[in-house]
Nanobody, 119 residues
C-alpha cells in the first residue's frame, strides 16, 4: 500500500506562483510513476503533470511552460511548481502514484488540496 499526503495549496492572485508537495509513504519502493491531477467544479479530473522513476515528464498542454513537476526520490516526495497562474487553474489538485502490488498495477490518491486563483 502507498499513502500520499499533499500540501501547499491556497489562494493566490493571477500571475502568482504556488508550489505543491506530495509525500509518499508505505510501499514506496513499488511506485513506478507519480503525478498531479486536478478537478475543477463541474469538470472531470484531468492529468496536469506526471513524472516517471527515471525522471521523464509529461504535461497537459494547458500548463506547459508554466508548471514544472519534479521528484526527490530520497524523500519520496513529488513537487508541482506552478507559475504564471491563471483563474482557470482553480481546482482541487490531487497527487497520484502508480504502483505495483505483485503483478497488479494500482493507483494511490492523496486527499486533494485546493488551489484558488483570483483575477
Amino acid at each position: 500500500q502507498v499513502q500520499l499526503v499533499e500540501s501547499g495549496g491556497g489562494l493566490v492572485q493571477a500571475g502568482g506562483s504556488l508550489r505543491l508537495s506530495c509525500a509518499a509513504s508505505g510501499s514506496t519502493f513499488s511506485i513506478a510513476a507519480m503525478g498531479w491531477y486536478r478537478q475543477a467544479p463541474g469538470k472531470q479530473r484531468e492529468l496536469v503533470a506526471g513524472i516517471s522513476n527515471g525522471g521523464s515528464t509529461n504535461y497537459a498542454d494547458s500548463v506547459k511552460g508554466r508548471f514544472t513537476v519534479s521528484r526527490d526520490n530520497a524523500k519520496n516526495t513529488v513537487y508541482l511548481q506552478m507559475n504564471s497562474l491563471k483563474p482557470e487553474d482553480t481546482a482541487v489538485y490531487y497527487c497520484n502514484a502508480h504502483y505495483y502490488s505483485g503483478v497488479d498495477r494500482l493507483d494511490a490518491w492523496g486527499q486533494g488540496t485546493l488551489v484558488t486563483i483570483s483575477s
